[in-house]
């Protein structure tokens, strides 16, 4: 089985490098103004992937932090996923042709799942669907609005469609360092056979340590933010645990 990966997240809001609390927008902490240098810092790091949000593009509908998501990609080797404001095909195949390996669709996953379908046919392994939840319930356009879909059903009307991933987000947890939760996200693990990646909350080591345990072991990974940038969690440490540990 491949090791879990642990994800560093770039959250883009004016160019910049941020991260939210709860996905509100004014609650918005800068933690670095030159993104591509922030980029580069994880891949030296070690880390192998890497997880870019445009938040003013979730919530335009469009790509609107594009220069900084550019100048990340000319600064980076290793492979970057992509979400926010990506409604259409023409967006997608952009993306993708800039050197975005996987791009992540949210909102129009609820609006338009056939253009979730039909991209994931015509760019086999390179569309992950983001899956952001309050309560159990999807939310979508940036999380400003709730659906009644709740989040299994969602991540089931994709099983055949040939997802490379779920992103699931914990809204409660996104940005206050509360921990992951692992619980709901197993749950939707077992409910699809599409790998599934933690979101929201992840707060110490213990939530490092958590992924490798047996009820976790099916979860692609876990996405890191808050705590990372402000050194609760340290990578080395995060990457030799994940590398050594056994699923």
């Known amino acids: 089985m491949s090791p879990v990966i642990l994800f560093p997240a770039i ?8 991260r939210l609390k709860h996905g509100e927008m004014s609650e918005a ?12 810092a994880f891949q030296d790091q070690g880390f192998s992937w890497l997880h870019i949000v445009d938040l003013n593009g979730a919530f335009a509908g469009k790509p609107v932090n594009a220069p900084a998501v550019e100048a990340i990609l000319a600064a980076l080797t290793i492979p970057a996923q992509l979400g926010g404001g990506i409604r259409d095909m023409a967006t997608i195949e952009a993306w993708l042709a800039k ?13 338009d799942p056939d253009l979730v379908r039909a991209a994931c046919k015509a760019h086999p392994g390179r569309i992950a669907v983001g899956i952001d939840a309050r309560d159990g319930k999807v939310a979508v356009e940036g999380w400003a609005e709730t659906s009644e879909l709740s989040a299994i059903d969602l991540a089931r009307r994709f099983e055949d469609a040939g997802v490379a991933a779920i992103i699931f987000t914990d809204i409660g947890r996104d940005g206050v360092l509360k921990g992951l939760n692992l619980e709901a996200t197993a749950e939707m693990a077992r409910a699809t056979s599409i790998p599934v990646i933690a979101s929201g909350g992840l707060a110490s080591i213990a939530d490092v340590e958590a992924l490798l345990r047996p009820e976790n072991r099916m979860l692609e990974g876990a996405i890191t933010g808050r705590a990372l940038y402000d050194g609760r969690i ?12 056994k699923r």
């Open 234 to 245: 340290d990578a080395k440490a995060a990457l030799a645990l994940l590398r050594d540990g």
């Open 11 to 18: 959250d883009l809001k004016d160019g910049q490098c941020v």
């Open 99 to 111: 050197g975005i390996r996987r791009v992540i669709l949210g909102t129009v996953a609820v609006r």
């Open 29 to 40: 902490t800068v933690f670095n103004t030159d993104p591509a240098a922030q980029a580069r």
